[in-house]
């Protein structure tokens, strides 16, 4: 063992790859494995954001840019979300271009927590903020929402508001949710926004699938609670550009002042090329999302009714392209036992719920990021382990 090993920031050791990439990485090596892990969209680039890119390369923009991003695409970024979602940001002060949405989550975690503060965030939910708030010397709380159709309620809320009083720092949100595909009425994201403008906590708010919200209109909670949120976006699913790493992180002008300071010690600037590429994606193809929503949403409808057929207790989901379904009883109810266990015996990869947190045990995500053919496919092996 490498003695300096002993000399590594302690919080390093709390923390470990996520449970998704874990599993992930242990499945993928068995032969004829389908995997439906990943949040990943299969549809490729549109043409014109793909055209963009080539263009800025042969035209050498591979040079840093500032660091909060080209002046035109935080412009065009600011445009999009106030014509999409009636939310209001000066391009000059109040807009970072990040490296992707997680750097966005990074970023701001790093800036405003501190040791012995607390967040507090509705489970099951995406895995990628514990480990952060961890780094932070910061305490997660969470807000199990299992009981309610996993949707957060201004009670429960609220409760925990008055329970952990001044020591919390900040809520987070994340609608359409991973895992579940949970996403709230404009009422609902106003009821929470009534009950949050009452405490000084910061609103964190990562709304990454917000062009993928089905039957209705997305609501950011942004546009009641302006001065309190810190609202996280980007290309990665609504362009099916995860690999360009370009998100978006809005705020208050003094928020961002001093957000970008860790921003540019994490990252300096987002990738020149990949913002050249994102402004074709925010002006002349602003509405890529709407295609790749519509065979989403014949992909949600398809698997949500073979995983009730098998058994499985599923709430119907309303955005995202995940499906969060109860494992029946009279099966493996170890959430990772299971999901291995499928994998072995009928090559069929799922998440555990586990690794969405405790309130996920006994649950599978599957994502429908995935041909129809490769869904109905794994339908059929998913059916035959039900059924063997």
């Not at 990949?274 to 989403?296: D, P, V």
Request: hydrophobic share 40%.
């Amino acid at each position: 063992m490498n003695p300096l090993q002993h000399r590594f920031n302690p919080q390093v050791n709390k923390i470990a790859v996520s449970l998704i990439r874990q599993f992930d990485e242990r499945v993928s090596n068995i032969p004829d494995i389908l995997k439906l892990t990943l949040g990943e969209p299969d549809f490729d680039t549109p043409e014109e954001v793909k055209r963009a890119g080539i263009e800025a390369i042969e035209q050498n923009f591979s040079h840093y840019t500032g660091m909060a991003g080209l002046p035109e695409v935080r412009e065009a970024a600011c445009t999009f979300v106030e014509k999409k979602y009636n939310v209001h940001y000066d391009w000059q002060t109040e807009v970072l271009v990040t490296v992707g949405g997680t750097e966005a989550i990074t970023a701001t975690l790093l800036s405003i927590l501190e040791p012995g503060d607390k967040v507090l965030l509705p489970t099951p939910i995406y895995s990628g903020y514990e480990p952060v708030i961890t780094l932070a010397k910061a305490e997660l709380i969470q807000m199990d929402t299992s009981q309610t159709d996993f949707v957060l309620t201004p009670d429960l809320l609220e409760a925990t508001l008055e329970e952990h009083g001044d020591q919390v720092k900040a809520v987070i949100l994340n609608y359409p949710s991973n895992p579940i595909g949970v996403t709230y009425t404009r009422e609902e994201v106003k009821s929470l926004a009534d009950v949050l403008k009452k405490y000084p906590v910061f609103v964190m708010c990562d709304e990454i699938y917000s062009e993928l919200v089905y039957d209705e209109t997305h609501t950011s909670i942004a546009e009641f609670i302006p001065n309190q949120t810190i609202l996280i976006n980007g290309l990665s699913k609504s362009h099916a550009m995860t690999g360009w790493r370009i998100g978006f992180l809005f705020g208050p002008k003094e928020l961002i002042k001093e957000i970008v300071k860790v921003h540019q010690y994490l990252v300096t600037a987002a990738s020149t090329i990949s913002q050249k590429a994102a402004y074709a994606a925010l002006t002349t193809s602003m509405n890529a999302g709407e295609e790749m929503k519509k065979e989403y949403q014949v992909r949600r409808d398809f698997v949500f009714k073979e995983v009730s057929r098998l058994g499985f207790e599923v709430a119907k989901p309303r955005g995202a392209f995940y499906i969060f379904a109860k494992i029946p009883t009279g099966y493996i109810q170890d959430s990772m036992e299971f999901c291995i266990d499928l994998a072995e015996k009928k090559q069929l990869a799922v998440i555990p719920g586990i690794a969405f947190g405790q309130a996920g045990e006994g649950y599978i995500r599957i994502s429908y990021a995935a041909s129809f053919e490769k869904l109905e496919e794994a339908m059929r092996r998913l059916d035959r382990y039900m059924n063997r």
